[in-house]
C-alpha cells in the first residue's frame, strides 16, 4: 500500500508543471525547511497571511481537492508547483490538522492578528479605570482562549465541559492578577509612568495570559495525551510526555509574543506624540497607535510561533517505554499546536 502511494504522489509530481519560483510539491511537509528559524519564519507567514481570510467556500473545496488529485496520481495536466504549494496553504490556513474542520475564521492564525489588534489598542489605552482594565483584561484572554483552543492538537476527542472549565479558570486567573497588579500600582506612588505602564499591562499578559490560558484551555491533552507518529506518518501511540513537550513549547511561545506587542507601541508612541503633527491633531492619536499596535503584532505573531515547528520532533527513549517498543524510529513526531 506504501509503495503504491508513494508511485502515485511521484507520478503526481512529474505531472505538475515545473515552476522557476516554487520547489517542487511534498504533499502535506512545508514549503520551507523547519530545521532553521528563518524556514519556520517563512512558513509562518503563509499560515497566518490575512488573505486566506477571504478565500470563498469553492476556492477551499477546489484546494482540497487538488491535493486530493494529487495524492491518488489522477492530477490533471498542466497544474504547477506553485498551484499545488498554494492550495495547500488554503487548506493549513483554514483547516485545523487533525480534524480537518474549518477553525472559525476570528480563532484562526491568519485572524488573530487583524482580530487581535484592537483589543490590543484597548490595552494600551491610557488613564485606564478598573473596570476598564477588567473589560479589556476578559476580552483579551477570552481571544486567546479560543485561538489556543482553536489550533490545539485535536487528536483526541474533548467534550465541551472540559473547554468551559478551561475558559473559565484562564480568564479568572488572568483578570484577578491583572486587577490585583492594577491595585498595587495605584498604591505605590514610588513607580516612575514608565514602570507602572510596564507592570499593569506586561507583567499580567506574560505571567497569566499565556500560561495559565495555555495550559488550561489545553489541559486535555496532559490528561489524555496525543498521538505521536513514525517517520512514515503511522501511529505509534498516545503519550502524555509529549503532550507536556507541546504545551511547554506552545506556553514558551506565548510568553514571547506579547513582548513586542505592549513594549514597543508604548516607546514609539511616546516619541510620535511629540511631533508637530500629532500635536496640532490630537484626534489622530487613536488611528496612529492602532498603525503602530498592528506593525507590532504583525512582526511579533510570526516571530513567537517560529520558535518551533508545528510537527515537533522527540526522541522515543525520552517517552513512555511502550511507545519506545512500539517503534523502531529513533525519534517521533507530534502536532504541537499553535
Known sequence: MADTATTASAAAASA??????????QLGKPRFQQTSFYGRFRHFLDIIDPRT?????????????????????????????EQ???????????????????????????????????????????NQTLASTVFWQWLNQSHNACVNYANRNATKPSPASKFIQG????????????????????????????????????????????????VLMRYGELEEGIDVLDGDGNLVGSSRIAARHALLETALTRVVLPMPIL???????????????????????????????????????????????????????????????????RTVVYNKGL
Not at 171 to 188: E, F, H, T
Open 167 to 214: 475558559y473559565l479558570g484562564a480568564v479568572i486567573s488572568a483578570v484577578s492578577i491583572a486587577v490585583g497588579l492594577n491595585v498595587l500600582v495605584q498604591k505605590a506612588n514610588k513607580f516612575t509612568p514608565a514602570t507602572r505602564l510596564l507592570v499593569q499591562r506586561f507583567v499580567p499578559a506574560v505571567a497569566s495570559a499565556n500560561i495559565c490560558n495555555v
Open 16 to 25: 505538475a508543471g515545473s515552476s522557476t519560483d516554487a520547489p517542487p510539491f
Open 263 to 329: 513594549v514597543l507601541p508604548p516607546i514609539v508612541m511616546s516619541m510620535l506624540e511629540k511631533t508637530a503633527l500629532l500635536q496640532a491633531r490630537p484626534r489622530l492619536l487613536l488611528p496612529v497607535q492602532s498603525l503602530v499596535c498592528l506593525a507590532a503584532f504583525g512582526l511579533a505573531l510570526p516571530l513567537a510561533i517560529s520558535l518551533f515547528p508545528q510537527m515537533s520532533e522527540i526522541e522515543t527513549s525520552q517517552l513512555e517505554p511502550e511507545i519506545a517498543q512500539a517503534t523502531s524510529s
Open 84 to 126: 499545488l504549494w498554494s492550495a495547500q496553504k488554503i487548506k493549513q490556513a483554514i483547516l485545523h490538522p487533525d480534524t480537518n474542520e474549518k477553525i472559525f475564521m476570528p480563532f484562526r492564525m491568519s485572524g488573530y492578528i487583524p482580530f487581535g489588534t484592537p483589543i490590543v489598542v484597548g490595552l494600551l489605552l491610557p
Open 53 to 81: 481570510l477571504f478565500v470563498t467556500e469553492r476556492r477551499l473545496r477546489e484546494a482540497v481537492q487538488l491535493l486530493e488529485d494529487y495524492k491518488h496520481g489522477t492530477l490533471r495536466p498542466g497544474v504547477t508547483n
